[in-house]
């Protein structure tokens, strides 16, 4: 009798703050390295290598900061990478919808077998067609450009399949009633689909615009000049450099996450749904 | 005038070409390239010279090579498991009507979407063995220091606790949406029935949750199997070629020693596996969740 009373569906509320207790705990697991990378950052030299290890810096000590943006010329490191993930993001967002419309839309001849072979190429890691892809550029001179970083990445079959998801939920009635009116397609996409579709765009920029920010493999065997180079590989240039200035590099590595952390802020909840969705869907 | 479908059909591709392009110049060729390069000798400069399958006679051969594939089974036997057992336990936590879930659920993301170059600079300070803050901690519970970084089997442990801290959250968000598509009404059923929670979890909520389990192991261990930027960071391959992964094998051959074929012919051998999983993937896990 007492079970069946006890309210259906809900955490009494003494196991509910044990539970809460847990997941508080694992977050702050989780994120000792975010507030560790942060707090050291603002630490001078001595307070680095003191031990025990001090939790917060006596005061907020900029020099890591300044170095990295004087002694290298972080900067341009920032900015390459802001410039490389902002053209991918873009391009995708425009390329993968024209495609995705067309497989959600148009039938055309082959759509069928094109589409499956475009899944396809989300089986195939880049690790293996690396070095192809290396000699490729190398054929066409492109190696050490921003060609190199943006071109392979301007469409993907995932953005495609995305967007595709998202253009057949839009009633066919809607498609042909623009057709008949002399609305080319073109236009149709543009001034009708895109502003029905915002969330789904801008999940699919996101997505690309955190790939490229993050991407480390590709850059680092297709960049090598300082002007070309992204701030994952500065990263790592600056550690092959300085090794032990832990300051310094600190401070580079919350360069390169928190833009990142800041706009998953923003867009956090797009972000997080998209990804139940997509990795539900495949 | 074109009829409706020869425009149909024109537009279709005319909208398709610039994947099409991309794709076929950047993934398809490649494929065929990286299979015939496996089969010369190659460094770049002098003329490619065709050696059959001696690249692979060669590869498999190797100590060093069985090194990479041993080390790689270990991280991805260190890292899957932890990931998805972790992950299942934390959606569950969620998914307990508790207050604050989307707080947590972009807290324990945050890993998912840092950029690994960066963590791991944190994670080569925190692993530290003298200043480290890993070892201060164990020195709180009264445990001797580790070498971390400097000793080869530590060295891997410290790069699969980079790995699970890396993905847990990702597993952790799609369990949770499976878990929050299963309908109340099995779990108000057993209760009337007079189930515990713990059964709960164990007769409805873990089978019911198998494919997306699966889903996310599969997805693991493909992603865990391409390991490559926590150990070019954190310990470029050693101590000792203990943590020489197949991913970073294959690029020091590739891009350090120039042996291109040879390095193919890894690239194949990687490709293989992953692809073996994702076929699994995409024959099991069709229909990633039903429950009617």
């Known amino acids: 009798m007492s079970k069946v009373k006890r309210k259906i569906g809900t955490t009494p509320p003494g196991l509910r703050i044990v539970i809460e207790g847990v997941l508080l705990f694992f977050v702050l697991l989780v994120n000792v390295p975010f507030f560790w990378m ?64 067309a497989f959600a839309k148009i039938p055309f001849k082959g759509k069928n077998t094109i589409f499956f072979i475009f899944l396809g190429t989300m089986m195939i890691p880049m690790e293996v067609i690396i070095i192809p892809n290396y000699i490729t550029l190398n054929l066409i001179g492109w190696l050490d450009t921003y060609w190199a970083l943006i071109i392979p990445f301007v469409v993907g079959a995932f953005s495609i399949f995305l967007l595709r998801q998202f253009f057949m939920q839009i009633p066919q009635d809607l498609d042909d009633a623009a057709v008949i009116d002399g609305c080319g397609r073109t236009r149709y996409l543009l001034t009708i689909v895109y502003p029905l579709s915002k969330p789904a765009l801008l999940t699919v920029g996101l997505y690309a615009f955190l790939a490229s920010w993050n991407s480390f493999l590709w850059p680092l065997i297709v960049t090598n000049s300082d002007n070309m180079r992204v701030i994952q590989i500065a990263l790592k240039a600056l550690q092959d450099s300085w090794m032990i200035d832990w300051t310094s590099l600190t401070a580079a590595s919350t360069i390169a996450t928190v833009p990142i952390i800041v706009l998953f802020f923003f867009v956090q909840k797009q972000f997080l749904e998209g990804i139940a969705i997509t990795g539900l869907k495949g | 005038m074109l009829k409706k479908k020869q425009l149909d059909n024109i537009q279709g591709w005319f909208f398709i070409a610039p994947p099409v392009v991309v794709f076929t ?45 041993m080390v790689s089974l270990l991280y991805v036997a260190g890292t899957v498991p932890v990931t998805v057992v972790l992950g299942l336990i934390i959606a569950i936590l969620l998914n307990q009507g508790i207050r604050g879930v989307s707080f947590y659920r972009i807290m324990i993301y945050l890993p998912v979407i840092t950029s690994m170059a960066a963590a791991a600079i944190v994670f080569q300070y925190l692993f530290e063995p003298n200043i480290g803050l890993f070892n201060h901690i164990l020195s709180l519970f009264g445990l001797p220091p580790m070498q971390w970084l400097n000793d080869r089997h530590q060295a891997l442990l410290a790069v699969i606790i980079v790995g699970i801290w890396k993905r847990v959250g990702y597993n952790a968000i799609i369990l949770l949406a499976g878990l929050q598509a299963i309908p109340r009404y ?45 150990i070019v960071i954190m310990t470029e391959g050693g101590p000792a070629r203990g943590t ?45 969740v039903h429950y009617q």
């Open chain 1, 38 to 101: 942060i707090s050291t950052s603002f630490k001078l030299g001595p307070e680095i290598l003191a031990y025990p290890p001090r939790m917060f810096p006596s005061k907020l000590n900029f020099d890591g900061y300044k170095y990295i943006w004087t002694l290298v010329p972080f900067a341009r490191y920032f900015l390459n990478t802001l410039f490389v993930s902002f053209s991918i993001s873009v391009s995708k967002i425009i390329l993968a919808s024209f495609a995705a419309y």
């Open chain 2, 25 to 69: 110049i950047f993934i398809f060729i490649p494929m065929f390239v990286a299979l015939f390069i496996s089969l010369q000798k190659w460094n770049l400069l002098s003329p490619m010279r065709f050696v059959g399958l001696a690249n692979y006679s060669k590869m498999f051969s190797s100590g060093h090579f069985w090194n990479s594939v």
């Open chain 2, 186 to 230: 099995y779990y108000e059923a057993a209760t009337i029935d007079g189930a515990s929670r713990f059964q709960m979890v164990r007769k409805i909520t873990i089978p019911l949750l198998s494919s997306v389990t699966f889903f996310v192991t599969v997805m693991q261990i493909i992603a865990s199997f391409k390991v490559f930027t926590s």
């Open chain 2, 244 to 288: 020489d992964v197949l991913p970073y094998f294959l690029y020091k051959n590739a891009f350090q020693y120039h042996k291109m074929g040879y390095a193919s012919a890894a690239a194949i051998f990687l490709f293989i596996i992953i692809f073996i999983f994702t076929v699994l993937q995409f024959k099991f896990g069709e229909k990633k």
